[in-house]
């Protein structure tokens, strides 16, 4: 398959992100509703760690059982391993490093008062640290469905590369409905927190979870490799886990287990439900 149509493929796998979006402009005050929405974005997105995670497992799966088959050696399988914890650190703990310097940002004011020009003021937030907690938080949602993307475009452009024809389409209708679910997933904190992004707002957060996936088909057409698969995989299971635990301390202030739960459910339902039309297709 030619790059012209292999990025058409990623294109279209990428662009659905924009179905969710909408989800952001939400008018009025239903805590029950955006709580539901919340979880459902949770649901969602506990499927991609699992989705994630087995994918950057495999590569180090497969150089274990040629270590108990006698056909390989230890030697790749710490290589794979330390790729594998590196990224999930990096991606975990990167963010949590990352919002609290945020959120130390945000909290600075300009010093007023008798002597304030006698010393160093602080600046009030600027950029991305003067934005809402919920605004910050769908920031981040959108960088670790980013890193996932990539890497599915990776194997759509992998498939098209190698005349998968049939193989890379599946990837594109199965990956198109995941991103269908993702762009819900990045814009449920706002509506969770009653708050409406602008439309210039939702499209970058679009562009940010959803052009890794046109990247990543565009690379992955004459590059193949493993390690750098394993990398941001485990750099996008990281970031999702401590976006998971961020969204489920905002759901249990609702104190409403029921609808949590039930939204969780729902989510990860919608989530296997989409991976499951990849398997059927031979992916």
């Given at each position: 398959?030619?790059?012209g149509t292999t990025l058409l493929l990623g294109t279209i796998a990428g662009i659905t992100i924009l179905l969710g979006m909408p989800v952001g402009r939400m008018r009025g005050n239903r805590p029950v509703l955006q709580l539901f929405l919340n979880a459902i974005a949770i649901g969602v997105l506990l499927f991609l760690v699992w989705d994630v995670l087995s994918g950057a497992w495999e590569p180090l799966d497969a150089r274990l059982a040629a270590v108990h088959?006698?056909?390989?050696?230890?030697?790749?399988v710490f290589g794979y391993g330390a790729l594998f914890v590196g990224g999930l650190t990096v991606g975990l703990l990167g963010l949590v490093g990352y919002d609290r310097y945020l959120h130390t940002k945000?909290?600075?004011?300009?010093?007023?008062?008798?002597?304030?020009?006698?010393?160093?003021?602080?600046?009030?937030?600027?950029?991305?640290?003067?934005?809402?907690?919920?605004?910050?938080?769908?920031?981040?949602?959108?960088v670790g469905i980013g890193l996932h993307n990539f890497?599915?475009?990776?194997?759509?452009?992998?498939s098209a590369a190698r005349d998968e024809v049939a193989l890379a389409t599946?990837?594109?209708?199965?990956?198109?409905l995941h991103n269908a679910t993702e762009g819900f997933g990045i814009v449920a904190p706002l509506a969770a927190a009653g708050e409406r992004a602008s439309w210039g707002f939702l499209l970058t957060m679009a562009l940010i979870g959803g052009g890794p996936t046109f990247v990543?088909?565009?690379?992955?057409?004459?590059?193949?490799?493993?390690?750098?698969?394993?990398v941001f995989l485990t750099l996008a299971a990281g970031s999702i886990v401590?976006?998971?635990?961020?969204?489920?301390?905002?759901?249990?202030?609702?104190?409403r287990m029921d609808v949590l739960a039930l939204g969780i459910l729902v989510g990860m339902v919608a989530g296997f439900a989409t991976d499951a039309i990849v398997t059927i297709g031979g992916a």
């Open positions: 398959m030619n790059l088959e006698d056909t390989g050696g230890m030697g790749p945000a909290g600075s004011a300009p010093e007023v008062g008798p002597g304030a020009a006698s010393v160093k003021e602080s600046l009030p937030a600027s950029g991305i640290a003067s934005w809402s907690a919920g605004r910050r938080l769908a920031l981040l949602i959108a890497a599915e475009g990776l194997a759509i452009g992998q599946v990837l594109v209708v199965g990956f198109a990543g088909t565009w690379i992955g057409h004459g590059f193949t490799s493993d390690p750098v698969s394993v401590y976006v998971v635990c961020q969204l489920l301390g905002v759901a249990s202030r609702a104190r």
